[in-house]
């Protein structure tokens, strides 16, 4: 009971905390409209309007300005810096505004960042060495370095968006269409389930099988082992030493976050299991299949139920993230790991993040939610009740009210996987494969 308690205390805190957390919606918004400003001039006259708009450059700029108004904070110089280069290129044909933009952030940044705003309001000719010089100092995005490229008087060629034009239209398509085209998929499929379902056709469910334990006992090993140990105490004994030894080491601050992110998780997933090993009974009493019924073989068979239901329940978790856009302009509470993918270089932290991302986090939260919570509750409220509780403590357990509704229609997604397959493995697979399509979609869109 304290440790519900506890846990109660501690999740509604952190809800009602994720508001105030920056949400990555905004930054993916503005990063698809560069994209897709950057990959226009490549794009044949047909297809432009459809996969990059009308008017790719308007329509980032506004955005942009609109972020910056909105913002709390004042805007860093090297977005004021793009929306003065935006302000100053053909679509815009706001000249005069840029230049009083770039006059204003000359007298406002450090001495090394000045020679490309004088370059720029003087307008004279550099080659691309020189250019390469200028924008050293500012570590400017590739659209800043097109602009930049545009306006300062040279070889057109030399440009970001000519030298890498393939691979900007592979990027643009990839993030545009293939989204469309698993969406589209996914609708049949949805609607095909629905009409065996309404017609009484859908295979009977699997026996509903998991490990030998009270609700008392899932109790104490979510709330007493994942929240309050794993999630409180856990990274106050590790965190510091932890720390302390990157410092020591001095890797890259990208590299110190991804080493960071991957041992405090796994830090964290080792309490939680080490006290389900101990509830567990001893492996004379283990039936064939295990405890949490996993049921990996044929790898084949379980990949597929896993890459149908993702498929069936992206168009739902699409829908339910639209509709909350539309009642709640800025919910905030992205989870930290999505911004820190996305603005990494580093090809080692990226690793760390895949790993933990891709790996650690769907073998835990699937052990936890749909090889523990699931069956047991199962058991004693029927599947379905089963696969909606369990939904609900995985969404309520990311700890952010604007994605609160996504999560758990993901989740349902995942305990009716478990439910219906009878196999804890599918739903890992399923919930790897969706961490991994969010994980390339970021990578499509970082600079």
Do not use: Y
């Given at each position: ?10 999740w ?22 560069e ?34 108004e ?13 929306l ?7 679509e ?12 204003l952030?000359?007298n406002?940044v450090?001495?090394p960042r000045?020679?490309?705003?004088q ?11 020189q250019?390469?010089q ?5 570590s ?7 602009l930049?490229?545009?306006q ?27 989204p469309?085209l698993?969406l ?9 389930q ?16 998991g ?9 104490l ?6 929240v ?22 001095a ?5 110190s ?8 998780y ?10 389900l ?12 299949a295990g ?11 379980a ?35 999505l ?6 270089a ?8 895949a790993?933990?991302?891709?790996l ?7 052990t936890?939610?749909r090889g ?19 939904a ?5 357990a ?13 989740g ?14 599918s739903?890992?697979?399923?919930h ?13 869109l970082?600079?």
């Open positions: 009971m304290l440790s519900l308690a506890l846990s109660g205390l501690l509604v805190g952190g809800l009602i905390d994720s508001l105030d957390r920056p949400s990555v919606v905004d930054s993916l918004s503005l990063r698809q409209l994209l897709s400003a950057l990959a226009a001039g490549s794009l044949p006259e047909g297809l432009q309007p459809a996969l990059a708009g009308e008017t790719p450059r308007r329509t980032l700029t506004e955005e942009l300005r609109r972020q910056m909105a913002s709390e904070e004042p805007a860093r110089a090297l977005r004021r810096l793009e003065a280069l935006l302000e100053r290129s053909g815009t044909a706001t000249t005069t505004t840029g230049d009083a933009d770039l006059g952030l000359l406002q450090d001495a000045r020679p490309l705003i370059a720029l309001l003087a307008g004279r000719s550099i080659d691309a060495g250019r390469q200028l924008l050293a100092p500012w400017a995005p590739v659209i800043v370095q097109q930049v490229c545009e300062l008087p040279g070889d057109p060629g030399e440009c970001p968006a000519e030298q890498r034009s393939l691979g900007l239209v592979l990027k643009l398509l990839a993030v545009t269409l293939l469309l698993f589209l998929v996914g609708v049949v499929l949805l609607l095909r629905l009409w065996l379902a309404w017609r009484r056709r859908l295979p009977a469910a699997a026996p509903l099988q490990p030998p334990l009270a609700p008392v006992d899932v109790i090993l979510i709330a007493g082992g994942f309050v140990l794993g999630e409180v105490v856990v990274p106050l004994l590790v965190q510091p030493a932890l720390q302390a030894l990157v410092q020591r080491l890797t890259p601050r990208a590299l976050q991804g080493i960071e992110v991957l041992v405090l796994l830090a964290l997933m080792a309490v939680p299991l080490l006290l090993a101990l509830l567990l009974p001893g492996p004379s009493a283990r039936p064939a405890w949490l019924q996993w049921h990996w073989r044929p790898i084949a068979t990949f597929a139920g896993a890459v149908v239901t993702l498929l069936m329940v992206l168009p739902v978790v699409t829908a339910s993230s639209w509709a909350i856009d539309r009642i709640w302009a800025d919910p905030g509470g992205s989870n930290p790991l911004e820190l993918v996305l603005t990494s580093d090809p080692l932290a990226l690793a760390c993040f790993f933990t991302a891709l650690v986090a769907p073998l835990f939260e699937e936890l939610f523990v919570l699931l069956p047991v509750a199962g058991q004693r409220l029927g599947g379905p009740a089963a696969v909606v509780l369990s609900a403590v995985f969404a309520v990311h700890l952010s009210l604007g994605e609160l509704a996504p999560l758990f229609v993901l349902l997604g995942l305990g009716w996987l478990r439910w219906r397959s009878g196999r804890l493995a739903a890992v697979l399923m790897a494969l969706w961490n991994g399509l969010t994980f390339m979609n970021l990578l499509f970082a600079d």
